[in-house]
C-alpha cells in the first residue's frame, strides 16, 4: 500500500479542492482561499499560486518577519458519482511567507508553505506525517490521469468492472442473491478500488501483479486483472 508521506504527496499534487486556512482571514470566500496551483518545491516546501490582491497575500505580506501559521486543507472527492463520494482529506501545516518573483503570470504571487507536519485521513486511513517525509515522498505516478481513467473505466467499461464481483465470491451478491453495481473508486500504481452499492455497501481492493509506472503498464495490468474474470 502507499505510505501516508506518499498519499498525502499525491492528495497534494493532483487537482482535488483546496482551501488555505489563516488566521485572520476566517471571513474570506473559499473561492479567495483556494490557490490557483500547488507544487512542492526541492526543499520539500510548499509553493501555492494566489492573486496578488487576495487576502491570504495580504495576511502575509503584512506578517513580515513574524511567523504566520497557516493549514492547507484538500478535500478529495472521488470522479465518479458513489455513495459516500469524499475520498479523503488531507492538511499540510506550517508557515506562510512570499516569495516575490516566482510567479510569472502578471497580478499573482507566489506564497511559500514551509511545512511543520501533515496528516492524511483517506480510504486506506488515518495517520500523522512529519515533514521530512513528506519531503522525501514521491506522488503516485498515475495522479494526474486518475480521474479520466476512472470515469473512462465507469463510462465504457462498465460491464468489465461489474465482471469484477465475481472475483468476490459470495460477497458479490446481496442478501437478496442480486449482483451489486461495481463502482471504480479509486485508482493508483499498486491497484484498483471498486465500490459496491446494495444493501450494505463495501469497497474491494483489486491489487496489480506489481505496482505500474506509466499508462501502458496500467493498460496490461488492467487487462490481466478484467481477463481473470473470464475464469
Do not use: K, Y
Not at 494566489?50 to 518577519?65: C, I, L
Amino acid at each position: 500500500m502507499p505510505s501516508a508521506a506518499e498519499r498525502t504527496r499525491t492528495l497534494v499534487q493532483s487537482t482535488c479542492s483546496a482551501v488555505l486556512l489563516v488566521p485572520g482571514v476566517e471571513g474570506a470566500r473559499p473561492d479567495q482561499l483556494s490557490p490557483e496551483a500547488r507544487a512542492f518545491g526541492s526543499d520539500g516546501e510548499v509553493f501555492l499560486l494566489f492573486p496578488a490582491d487576495s487576502p491570504v497575500v495580504r495576511a502575509a505580506t503584512h506578517a513580515q518577519d513574524d511567523e504566520l501559521s497557516a493549514v492547507l486543507e484538500i478535500t478529495d472527492v472521488a470522479p465518479v458519482a458513489v455513495p459516500n463520494r469524499i475520498r479523503g482529506r488531507a492538511w499540510v501545516s506550517g508557515w506562510l511567507t512570499c516569495a516575490p518573483g516566482l510567479a510569472t503570470e502578471p497580478g499573482a504571487m507566489m506564497l511559500r508553505l514551509e511545512v511543520g507536519e501533515a496528516s492524511v485521513d483517506d480510504l486506506w486511513g488515518a495517520s500523522a506525517v512529519e515533514a521530512e517525509e513528506l519531503a522525501q515522498a514521491s506522488a503516485d505516478p498515475l495522479v494526474a490521469h486518475e480521474t479520466e481513467l476512472l470515469q473512462h473505466l465507469h463510462a465504457a467499461h462498465f460491464d468489465q468492472v461489474q465482471a469484477l464481483a465475481g472475483l468476490l465470491g459470495e460477497r458479490g451478491t446481496d442478501t437478496t442473491g442480486r449482483g451489486r453495481q461495481a463502482v471504480p473508486l479509486a485508482l493508483d500504481r499498486f491497484g484498483l478500488r471498486v465500490r459496491f452499492t446494495g444493501e450494505q455497501p463495501f469497497d474491494a481492493r483489486f491489487d496489480f501483479p506489481e505496482p505500474v509506472r506509466d499508462i501502458t503498464a496500467l493498460r496490461r495490468a488492467m487487462h490481466t486483472l478484467f481477463g481473470a474474470t473470464a475464469h
